[in-house]
């Protein structure tokens, strides 16, 4: 019962389920940003994947946003070039977005990795770490490449992050968007 009521609570922050909302409360717990931050983020979020949703040709299934004090990541892929400045432009449009950072490239057919394989032992391991929190950490697999995105408290848990990224099988490359905290 008590899940059931704060994960209502939590419902308005983000459209998920309530297993989600319950997770979600957790790394709001845990996240380097006061709720003032976290609000204006989610909504510059939503807002994004909201226009995403009825443009033609792209898909929040293959792009991941994520945004920080303002700033915009948009890490996933696309079908071809077009589609990418059609996605850039979504986010260079919407009120309150400050910048844009991209990690997108153009969708394949096949990749010679397990995506979610890579996902699952990586969060595993930032889990188990006694550096790194493991919820302010936020982990995409784009092809076969891990991009990190989130607001850390200190470097080392960046580096701790791309050193287990680095050593799990079939990652090709590894890229981090992450941000010390204000």
Known sequence: ????VFAGCVGGLTPATGVL????????????????????????QSKIQSKILFASGLSVVDIEIECFYGEVYLIGVVADE????KLINIAKNTDGVSKIYTYIKIKQDKYNCDSLKIFSDL?????????????N?????????VVFSGVVSSMEQE????????H???????YSFLKLSR
């Open 159 to 166: 580096k701790h992050a791309i050193w287990y990224a680095k």
């Open 137 to 145: 950490v936020r982990v995409s697999v784009v092809g076969c490449d």
């Open 21 to 44: 909302n319950v997770y979600d409360a957790y790394s709001i717990s845990r996240d380097e940003r006061d709720i003032s931050s976290i609000t204006k983020d989610k909504f510059i």
């Open 123 to 135: 969060k595993t391991n930032l889990f188990k770490d006694s550096v790194v929190e493991g919820t």
């Open 1 to 4: 019962m008590f899940v059931f």
């Open 168 to 174: 799990i099988d079939g990652v090709a490359d590894v």
């Open 82 to 85: 077009n589609m990418r400045q």
